[in-house]
């Protein structure tokens, strides 16, 4: 399921014969946070891959879950064992649309609000977002795009042991940041 | 007896709570590999590939194909896998940057880092260069 997901993404990347303009990267930044006043809790990955389709607003993005990097060792095996169980959870993707793809002027140097919906997989479970972000048109060939939003754990199944329930936001806060390079 | 296994308990908790992630820079690789043979490996086979590598500190010999650097300085670097669509993705540790950023296309090198899985690309995190004939 997960290859066939990275497989459709590739095919959407490579497509070719369509006068489309598509935008790409594998240096995708994501990160979170789950901490609580009592501790900080977050973790970064570096590794993202995302494309998005300048015409029609299709965005997809795909991380390796064992790729997220932390302070401590004792939080990264918490969140890899217990959390996440990134061996049985290899991958995370988001697959959806940026429903206002018509306000970016990919010609035009600017910032951009736009509104992303679509179906985040995090720990096998799938369910529907919808987040706020903000193109960046740095030039004819870069954009760069940002958004941050909150996901509840429980809905995706991750579930916190009593002992450690203070310490450990019930939401987690997801910063994405990404910079695309036209696919030619 | 049973203080005693308080205190070890509670002094092995603090040590596992203040330790950092292993510095994969001084940890030996496991595997030594190539760029094209590691992608192979995992497009053969992912499952096994995943097992065989996730987790692990490996050694990775390639020619480099692109090198990026993000906002922040921090590089990462692709090896050339022989295959256009996917290649082996390196990102390096922030003080392994300048390093990274010096290399040039085509440049043999060998990368070391922990596999992390295949997306498109296989992925390497927290890399330093190995080697640099």
């Known amino acids: ?49 995302s494309v998005f389709d300048a015409t029609t607003g299709q ?17 990264q ?7 996440m169980e990134s061996d049985k959870f290899i991958k995370s993707t988001f697959k959806g649309k940026v429903t206002n793809i018509e306000k970016v002027n990919f010609k035009k140097p600017g910032e951009y609000p736009v509104t992303v919906q679509g179906t985040l997989d995090i720990h096998g479970v799938a369910k529907p977002v919808e987040a706020p972000g903000v193109f960046k048109v740095l030039n004819d060939e870069t954009v760069t795009s940002s958004s941050t ?23 987690a806060k997801i910063t994405v940041y990404c910079s695309y390079a036209i696919l030619k | 007896m049973l203080l005693l296994l308080v205190t070890a308990c509670a002094g092995y908790g603090f040590y ?56 922040t ?9 022989g295959d256009l669509m996917a290649s082996v993705t390196c990102s390096f540790y922030a003080e392994e940057s300048p390093a990274a950023k010096s290399l040039h296309q085509g440049q043999e090198v060998t990368i070391k880092g922990k596999c992390t899985g295949k997306l498109m690309d296989v992925v390497l995190n927290k890399c330093s260069i190995d080697k640099q004939p």
């Open chain 2, 16 to 71: 596992m709570y203040t330790k950092k992630p292993a510095d994969i820079r001084k940890a030996d690789a496991l595997y030594q590999t190539s760029a094209p043979g590691l992608l192979a490996e995992f497009n053969k086979d992912e499952l096994a590939a995943n097992k065989k590598y996730i987790d692990q500190v490996i050694a990775v010999k390639g020619k480099v194909a692109d090198v990026k650097t993000d906002a």
């Open chain 1, 77 to 83: 095996a918490h969140f890899n064992e217990n959390y």
């Open chain 1, 1 to 49: 399921m997960k290859n066939l997901i990275v497989a459709t993404m590739v095919l959407f990347a490579f497509q070719t014969g369509h006068a489309q303009l598509r935008y790409f990267t594998k240096t995708g930044s994501v990160s979170f946070q789950a901490g609580t006043a009592l501790e900080d809790i977050d973790g970064v990955n570096k590794s993202a891959t």
């Open chain 1, 149 to 171: 939003f909150s996901v509840t754990l429980d809905d995706y199944k991750i579930g916190i042991p009593g002992l450690v329930k203070d310490k450990i936001s019930k939401t």
């Open chain 2, 73 to 81: 300085g921090q590089a990462t670097v692709f090896l050339d896998s």
């Open chain 1, 59 to 75: 965005i997809e993005f795909a991380l390796l879950v064992k790729g997220f990097e932390f302070k401590s060792a004792l939080m």
